[in-house]
């Protein structure tokens, strides 16, 4: 949903973290010991009726390149205080598919111009060097079914910029309903966890009304000695969006809006919105880069997990890999 304060090296959950250290009167910026999730498969349910979802990943071709224009903002408040960041990413984010299966697609992506406004000056230097980091790094997301299961990131890049590219490839999501249901719900997951959204078509050719219903659960088991787990997701104040669809299915225009509050020791409340905007399709660069070699800096972040390092692997995107 939003990127993390600068709390720490790691592609780490905003609320997750967050939470946990306001359940416990810890400062802001802690570090705890977290229990490693595993990807599960998210759950599809139906608003009216039995409904089945589209298992194909469609519109991304190997060959081609996307390029988005995009914005993404991020604020955040804990509790009465001032605003914790509040920050624009903007850029053109390049899009290339390294495989492609009827399911599933492997995608690279990197924002080769990316910049970062702050409306705090006084961050504003630290967000100067992870426009810089953005800048030279590039991340693969795995899409299957239309959902997010995992994203590859360089090794040590930083919190805020691996979950901003995290929220921005989470708005790449379409999960389609193959018996042309509207509307229908299922689960995906973003950059704070899973949650249940709800699409429905609108007078637009192609249009999508896609809103987030609520959440189910953070990134990580989030746990307090003594305590065990907790229990806390996200409270929905407000989630708006709309996806127009290519002719064959991909994302060409998307635009989010949401407002999360978590109450816990200290209230933690964010807003979010994502803009991306596809030019036509165009040739991808020549020669292909040596995909083994990129995918070898990189660990691996499943959906459901806050950091879940793994010995790089393309198969490992590949249907039966076994990942």
């Not at 519109?59 to 991020?74: F, H, N, P, Q, S």
């Not at 999960?175 to 995906?188: D, I, K, L, Q």
Request: charged share 20%; with cysteine.
């Amino acid at each position: 949903m939003s990127s993390t304060p600068f709390i720490g090296r790691r592609a780490v959950s905003l609320f997750s973290t967050i939470a946990a250290c306001a359940s416990t009167a810890m400062l802001p910026g802690c570090t705890r010991p977290h229990t490693e999730e595993k990807t599960a498969a998210p759950a599809e349910s139906a608003s009216a009726g039995p409904v089945s979802l589209d298992s194909r990943t469609r519109g991304w071709d190997v060959g081609k390149r996307y390029v988005y224009e995009t914005k993404l903002t991020a604020a955040l408040t804990m509790g009465d205080g001032p605003t914790s960041f509040d920050f624009d990413v903007v850029g053109h984010l390049g899009v290339v598919p390294v495989t492609t299966t009827s399911e599933i697609a492997t995608l690279y992506a990197s924002i080769p111009d990316a910049s970062i406004a702050s409306r705090l000056p006084a961050s504003q230097p630290e967000l100067d060097k992870v426009a810089v980091e953005m800048k030279g790094a590039g991340v693969f997301f795995t899409l299957m079914s239309g959902r997010i299961t995992e994203m590859r990131v360089p090794h040590g890049l930083s919190a805020t910029a691996a979950n901003s590219f995290r929220a921005i490839g989470a708005a790449l999501q379409f999960v389609g309903a193959s018996n042309g249901a509207s509307p229908y719900t299922t689960e995906e997951y973003d950059s704070t966890g899973r949650y249940v959204a709800q699409y429905e078509r609108t007078s637009e050719a192609n249009g999508w009304r896609k809103r987030k219903l609520r959440y189910v659960g953070l990134l990580a088991d989030t746990t307090v000695p003594g305590n065990g787990p907790l229990l806390i997701a996200p409270r929905l104040d407000n989630s708006e969006g709309t996806i127009r669809l290519s002719a064959d299915g991909r994302p060409e225009l998307v635009n989010m809006q949401d407002e999360a509050t978590i109450s816990a020791q200290v209230s933690v409340h964010s807003k979010t919105g994502i803009s991306l905007q596809s030019a036509p399709a165009e040739a991808a660069p020549q020669p292909t880069p040596n995909w083994n070699d990129l995918l070898a800096s990189t660990e691996r972040v499943g959906a459901s997990s806050l950091t879940e390092p793994r010995p790089p692997s393309l198969r490992s995107t590949m249907p039966g890999s076994g990942d």
